[in-house]
């Protein structure tokens, strides 16, 4: 039934919804997110600062009756609205269920305003990112940064009745933490965490696992590095990966 619902509603949101989100939507994701965030640090001038901003727990903190109405704005349908929100269905007063296919889109429903907000009235020079409820503004002044800090916080709590657990004003020389990696204008590295499992799947040969990691890993300065440990301290396993790491592999170590 949630396919069908899905099937139903999400061209008539996806219209709505900007470029610039990247969470649950086709042909977006993390590592497209990650390629914007990299793209904006290097528009972005010397002397500018990012906005980091995150929900506190953003699932948990969705107002039922406020998301019904955003419903609203788009489906003229009382029964379907109904059914919609027999999926949203919690034990807890607030919040919607987590890991649900509706509960994904819903969450961009609900932080569409927001994205809308920053764009058009913030207007943050250098770009705006947002996967999920960790989002980025790009290129402001420290000023600006600490202006639109409040101003968002103020819009959350007014218009979503949200909070943000953290925020993060940061020089754009010193990259940002998002999405799972570590970026800089001219460089792309994963967590060190995520180095961590990934060495550790090599250490206890677990072969598909260490191709997850590698696909997580692509497009980052992290790859060669993962590779080479590989190499040296499981060479069985990594005699098992695909071809193409083995020919990027050698590509990089030629050019070395």
């Known amino acids: 039934m949630q396919h069908a619902v899905y099937t139903v509603i999400q061209p008539i949101f996806e219209r709505t919804f900007i470029d610039a989100s990247f969470a649950c939507r086709i042909g977006k994701g993390t590592h497209k997110a990650a390629d914007y965030a990299q793209q904006a640090l290097i528009r972005s001038p010397d002397d500018s600062y990012i906005l980091q901003l995150d929900i506190q727990k953003f699932f948990y903190s969705i107002h039922r009756d406020i998301l019904c109405e955003l419903f609203k704005l788009k489906i003229k349908d009382p029964q379907m609205i109904e059914l919609m929100m027999l999926f949203t269905v919690y034990e807890n007063p607030l919040g919607i269920p987590i890991g649900n296919l509706l509960s994904q889109i819903y969450a961009l429903i609900y932080m569409n305003q927001v994205d809308h907000f920053v764009v058009r009235q913030l207007k943050p020079r250098s770009g705006y990112v947002r996967y999920v409820d960790d989002f980025i503004l790009f290129g402001l002044t420290r000023d600006e940064a600490l202006e639109y800090r409040s101003i968002i916080e103020m819009y959350l709590h007014e218009k979503l009745r949200l909070r943000l657990s953290r925020s993060t004003i940061a020089h754009t020389r010193r990259g940002t933490n998002f999405v799972g990696y570590r970026t800089w204008r001219s ?70």
């Open 187 to 256: 460089k792309r590295f994963i967590r060190k965490h995520s180095m961590y499992k990934a060495k550790k799947s090599v250490r206890e040969n677990r072969l598909d696992s260490f191709i997850s990691h590698l696909a997580h890993a692509s497009k980052t300065h992290s790859m060669q590095h993962l590779l080479n440990y590989a190499q040296e301290h499981n060479h069985d396993l990594y005699s098992q990966l695909p071809e193409k790491y083995h020919a990027g592999h050698y590509k990089n170590a030629q050019c070395a």
